[in-house]
């Protein structure tokens, strides 16, 4: 069963920066890619990075400014924000991938973690 909670969202300043945790069942960790996916109000959900197989992928407005990461021994995935712009904020989502694929998620959501930035 595909099971994900993600938490570690807030709000901080433009420039500032966080680090949200994914924590996956044993079973989804271990049987897909993990992505993570944010969705502004009035935007379509997007793939922002990946991490599985030993390969990682970014989106390009995030690419240098975030990092993903994976902690087998919790079967979590992180994503450390740096350098956060107000363009960031959006509610943020972890999916497993079919195919390690950030372009399809598999259609199962958890509650998210919002993420704010203030100018």
């Known amino acids: 069963q595909v099971q994900l909670v993600e938490s570690g969202g807030g709000s901080v300043q433009a420039g500032g920066s966080l680090r949200p945790s994914c924590a996956a069942s044993a079973y989804t960790y271990s049987s897909y890619c993990l992505g993570w996916f944010r969705q502004a109000p009035g935007k379509e959900r997007e793939g922002v990075a990946a991490?599985?197989?030993?390969?990682?992928y970014y989106a390009g407005p995030v690419k240098g400014r975030f990092t993903i990461s994976q902690d087998n021994a919790k079967n979590t995935v992180y994503l450390q924000m740096n350098s956060l712009k107000p363009e960031d904020t959006a509610m943020y989502y972890c999916a497993a991938l079919i195919g390690c694929d950030v372009s399809r998620p598999l259609n199962y959501w958890g509650q998210g973690t919002q993420v704010t930035v203030s100018s």
């Open positions: 991490i599985g197989g030993g390969s990682t």
